[in-house]
């Protein structure tokens, strides 16, 4: 693929002025993420709860809970990508924020697989609206400098949201019931779509200085970049073990530490906001500034945190002070949150404006069916196979998957830095 990237650096930061309107955007599209990404959780920390009132088996749940979002959520991420780069994008996230909230508030109302399992089908359907256009809609509100901090900023919804979701569903449940979590925390969205509808819709390619030459039509030569092929597949393993530690995680506690619901779900609120966020705010900041040494310095960020994750995740799996526990997940918590930022950055560069839908569209592609497709139904499975239920302390061995997969995100990712810098 040749190397049609767009170009920054002191020249054009000081001729692009940042708006008070494209704060105020800026916003209310994290609040936005953050609602899409409480929809999305919130069922991991009812998990116990719901398999007590339902009986469901844990392959079950991995099915209702990621999977069944995944499937439709990926399927339609890379159709709702392209409509992100031809059509008007605040429309597109406010259909979709309406129709998740809706069936989010509704599973309230399931009482047997099948129901929950088409309100997952339906909160995936929504939330596929939401990357693509949202983070399309930024890249022309902010200039390319701050490309990485502000997609940063944007992606610390995923702390706020799960925060709510760990904390306030867990106590909603164990106050009132698991059916009462949903109703509380998944109807509100609908009121929030209208805002989104207001929002002012930017020329697209109006922040870029010197840009790639690509159209919409082109949408094949996404698939012959070199550095795009190891950063989806790089990511996609590294999410796998990301996504994982807030899918199974509070279960692992609940199960391996006989911890109560509401304590895990207070504790996992907490750090959420307390990590999560500056962890992710951070990593958009220090990787634009590493982007300005090096076109693959984001990435080689990104490959570094997959591989000190793989150390903290042995700790938590094996260690039985609580304590420690407690700091390691904090660390790790935040460590694996600083790559989102940096991974939707490069897409857009090196994608460009008229092709920046579409890519992040299959970006989303890869690792949601990684984390949510593959890798929680496989915990899910091999819990099943290790008969969690008489013997918890096994999900210390099936947790595996997630440090394997780190490892291996790792080396994917520092293979796309040196890719970058060639200038492949």
Known sequence: MATKTTVYGKDESATQRVSAYAWYALALLTLVYALNFLDRTLIYILFTPIQKDLNFSDTQLAFIGPTAF???????????????????????????????????????????????????????????TLGPAALSLLS????????????????????????????????????????WSFYLLGFPGLILAVLVMLLREEARGRTETKTVSYTSRDWKILFQSVPLRYLYIGYALFGLASNNLGIWGPSFFIRVHKLDVKLVGMFAGLISVAAGVPGTILGGYVTDRMRRTGRGGRMLFSACAALVSVPLWLAILFSNNLAVLAVVNFILLGLVLMWVAPAAADVHEIAGPQL????????????????????????????????????????????LVCPIASALGALFLWLGSLSLERGE
């Open 140 to 179: 022309d509100y902010f200039p390319p400098r701050m490309r990485a901090t502000t997609q940063a900023v944007y992606s610390s919804g995923i702390s706020i949201g799960g925060a709510v979701a760990y904390s306030l569903g867990g106590w909603i449940a164990a106050n009132h019931g698991w059916r």
């Open 356 to 399: 920046r839908g579409l890519g992040i569209g299959i970006y989303f592609f890869t690792v949601i069916i990684a984390a949510y497709g593959v890798g929680s139904l496989l915990i899910g499975r091999l819990n099943d196979w290790a008969n969690i239920a008489a013997n918890p302390q096994m999900m210390r061995y099936t947790l």
């Open 70 to 128: 995944a499937i439709f959520y990926t399927v339609l991420g890379i159709p709702f990508g392209r409509m992100a780069d031809r059509r008007t994008r605040k429309y597109l996230i406010a259909a979709g924020l309406a129709v998740w909230s809706l069936f989010s508030g509704l599973t309230g109302f399931a009482s047997s697989f099948n129901t929950i399992l088409l309100c997952r089908i339906m909160v995936g359907v929504g939330e596929a």
